[in-house]
């Protein structure tokens, strides 16, 4: 579903060149569940970027479904995320104004849909990730796993092949990050589609199948992870 | 999707109330500006036309290129043949009024019948003893007079309040009018003073006297004689159609001179003018609507400035918004066009808004009227004291478009700066919240 072949990034930084990624490969099956783990600065945004169609690699391609993005125009780039991406974010980005309900259906009305047709689907994901009291509520009437959570559905409502979250625990505490990966894990089932979020907490690993570890930009292991409880 | 961006703007109003209030208050100011100048100027053009020109004039043409001598030796012969032609032969729209300009020295005698005061007074002779006349209600009479009554006979008079003052006249007093007569001759005739008249222009105030056409007929010796006929056209025909209405009246005249009346002289050339061809009107209408244009292009333009000013500081605040859309797969375009759609809303919001406010005070100003004392009446122009608006459909579109076009052009230039952010780097933005 998601393959990364031979793929360098490289930023002009002045005039001096800073390679943030060396020759990755990696391939992701659909349903995974998986981290990028790795110190700050390593190149674990980096590499989101280059899956989510954000940024283009210097060298080698990037394949989802049937694409080869790193071909692809800015505006090709954008429906597909806005149709089989999802995004979740370190610092949640909900939008202030609007209540939960409105904040997970935004993604849907961008495909066009409408609100009539999707209003149980919203619903039904705000069950899911146990928020129904909140409903009507503005994200600044939430806690931030709350927030975390509503980020979660909006990723997820469009039913999206790949979700990708970046650092999704770093502003949580440790109760509120099990509580999160719990969620994607137990949505990752449910819905089918790929997580790949990256993390530099390194208690994470018991929940993932897959840890990829990245330093200075090098793939330094990938391997599956056994005990992956419920 | 639209309503989704309506909540957003009712909801946040640091998106919508500035720029709200820049439309409403832009609008307001143009469209009261509008108004102002709109009423003043056909305050102008109404005035005059009722007092002195008409909206159409026929005149005799040597009576024309004298006229400031007011030579009524060269009135025009042939009243009732005339008013037959003018009706058969102009737009069946206008209503034609004959009247006679003459100028006397008015002598006021005391109790034993010696010159108390003595004054040259120019004047106007025109339909006041028939109740139906609709003279009496252009010059409105029924208000202007401030004390005494109408004329209803020949010989009565009414003079300007300061003229009255001047010569200290009293009611039911009688004058003596002093003047040439239509052949060159002495005329002199008693006139009882029935009435003071205000029309709040002090130059007709204490100039000016009125008395019924027949009057003047008999006084000047101009049996079937007029010096003018005023047309008068209905509120709804603009200005802008005179020249037509004149035209197709001028167009007939050859035919007619082909044939005169016999009363009248061998140069008796009558001609059709407009008010605008008259008191320097055309160039003070062509400057009206210049300012009008010119006033309304720079509150647009002062607003699409503001506004985008406005756009840029909104485009500030909802940073994070448009990197979470731009993630989440809205293209620039569509970004830049959903903000257009909320700045029209925006817009059209404050342009009704400022309609109103605009509106309202145009109303204000055409209803009641502001008084400005002495400053407009002694300027010279045909304006009266009391000031008003005027409130057309027009003013409220040259305010309202420009409103909802400023929103629109001052948002969309701002918007263009998403297209500076690249999606590389959202994540990293994102981050910071
Ligand atoms: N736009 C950029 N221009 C230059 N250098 C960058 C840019 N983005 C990231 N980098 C560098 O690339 C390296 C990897 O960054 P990043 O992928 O954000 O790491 P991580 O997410 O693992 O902390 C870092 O050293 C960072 O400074
Ligand atoms: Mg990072």
Redesign the pocket.
């Known amino acids: 579903m998601l393959k990364i072949d031979h793929v360098s990034k490289v ?1 002009r ?1 002045g005039n001096q060149d ?1 390679t ?1 990624l060396h020759d990755v490969n990696l391939e992701v099956p659909a349903g995974a569940f998986m981290s990028f783990v ?1 110190p ?8 989101l970027n280059l899956l989510g169609g954000l940024d283009k690699p210097t060298e080698g391609h990037v394949f989802f479904r049937d694409y080869c993005l790193d071909d692809l125009s800015r505006e090709k780039l954008a429906e597909i995320r806005r149709q089989h991406i999802g995004f979740i974010f370190q610092s949640y980005n909900l939008l202030p104004v609007y209540s939960v309900y409105e904040n997970i259906l935004f993604p849907l009305l961008l495909n066009n849909e409408k609100e009539s047709a999707v209003r149980d689907r919203v619903k039904e994901i705000i069950a899911q990730v146990g928020l129904e009291p909140e409903t009507h509520k503005k994200p600044s009437e939430l806690s931030g796993g709350q927030c975390q959570r509503v980020a979660i559905a909006r990723a997820l409502v469009k039913k999206p092949d790949l979700v990708l979250a ?1 650092e999704p625990t770093a502003n949580l505490d440790k109760e509120n990050s099990l509580m999160i990966l719990d969620l994607m894990q137990e949505l990752n089932r449910e819905y089918k589609a790929a997580f790949i979020f ?1 993390t530099h907490d390194e208690k994470v690993n018991r929940f993932v199948n897959r840890e990829v570890r ?1 330093e200075d ?1 090098y793939v330094i292991s990938d391997q599956a992870v056994e005990s992956a409880p419920a | 999707m639209i309503r989704w961006a309506l909540l957003g703007l009712i909801r946040d109003r640091t998106r919508s109330l500035f720029p709200f209030m820049v439309v409403t208050v832009g609008v307001a100011l143009t469209v009261a500006l509008f108004g102002f100048m709109d009423g003043i100027g056909s305050g102008i053009l109404d005035l005059t036309s009722k007092l002195d020109t008409g909206h159409l004039r026929f005149v005799n043409k040597p009576y024309y290129e004298e006229e400031h001598l007011i030579p009524i030796d060269r009135a025009l012969a042939g009243q009732k043949k005339t008013h037959a032609w003018l009706k058969k032969n102009g737009d069946p729209r206008i209503t034609w009024s004959p009247r006679i300009r003459w100028m006397a020295l008015m002598d006021v005698p005391d109790e034993n019948g010696e010159t108390k005061s003595q004054t040259p007074v120019t004047g106007i002779a025109l339909d006041l003893l028939n109740p139906q006349s609709p003279e009496l209600e252009r010059l409105d009479l029924a208000n202007s007079i401030i004390a005494g009554r109408r004329p209803n006979a020949p010989k009565e008079l009414l003079i300007g309040y300061l003229l009255a003052e001047n010569l200290e006249v009293n009611l039911n007093d009688t004058v003596t009018l002093l003047g040439q007569s239509f052949d060159g001759g002495m005329a002199m005739d008693n006139y009882k003073v029935v009435g003071f008249v205000k029309f709040g222009i002090v130059a007709m105030d204490q100039k000016m006297a009125l008395m019924d056409i027949t009057g003047a007929q008999h006084t000047f010796y101009m049996d079937d004689m007029v010096t003018d006929w005023l047309g008068y056209l209905p509120t709804s025909v603009s200005y802008k159609e005179y020249p037509e209405l004149q035209q197709t009246i001028a167009e007939h005249l050859p035919e007619w001179m082909q044939a005169p009346p016999s009363s009248w002289a061998s140069d008796d050339e009558p001609i059709v003018l407009t008010i605008l061809d008259q008191r320097n009107l055309r160039p003070m209408v062509e400057k009206f609507e210049l300012i009008r244009k010119v006033n309304v292009m720079i509150f647009a333009f002062l607003m699409t400035l503001v506004l985008w000013n406005a756009g840029l500081i909104n485009g500030v605040h909802r940073y994070g918004e448009m990197g979470l859309r731009l993630a989440l797969g809205e293209t620039h375009w569509e970004l830049v066009r959903r903000l257009a759609v909320e700045a029209f809303v925006v817009g059209v919001a404050g342009s009704i808004a400022g309609c109103l406010v605009g509106g309202g005070f145009v109303y204000y100003l055409q209803e009641v009227g502001v008084d400005m004392g002495d400053a407009m009446a002694k300027s010279g122009m045909m304006l009266s004291d009391v000031v008003r608006g005027r409130l057309s459909i027009d003013g409220l579109l040259w305010g309202g478009l420009p409103g909802i076009t400023a929103s629109v052009l001052g948002n969309f230039i701002a918007s263009l700066s998403v297209f500076k952010r690249s999606e ?2 959202l994540f ?1 933005e994102l981050e910071v919240g």
Not at chain 1, 40 to 47: E, Q, R
């Open positions: 930023y930084v800073f943030a790795g700050s600065g390593s190149g674990k945004t980096t590499l970046d990256s990245l930009g | 590389a780097s990293r």
